[in-house]
């Protein structure tokens, strides 16, 4: 078997975005964390600021700025 390093050219694909929302903050949200309310997460998310692309989500994520005790991660 042959494996070979390819790199996929995603310049004609969407950018990723991932909403991080805080459930203290909107239990509301947390306690309907489903495909129904997506569209909730993500309004509240942009109102709050935050939202990453997936290279800013993978960075604060990885400085420790991201809680993932309490917060709720949606990628879209």
Not at 32 to 40: R, V, Y
């Amino acid at each position: 078997m042959q494996y070979t390093n390819s790199i996929k050219d995603t310049s004609d694909m969407a950018e990723i975005r991932v909403y991080v929302v805080d459930h203290h903050n909107a239990p509301e949200i947390a306690y309907d964390f489903d495909e129904t309310n997506h569209e909730s997460i993500i309004a509240y998310a942009e109102a709050i600021g935050s939202v990453y692309s997936l290279e800013g989500f993978q960075n604060a994520f990885n400085n420790e700025e991201v809680n993932t005790t309490t917060d709720l991660i949606l990628i879209k």
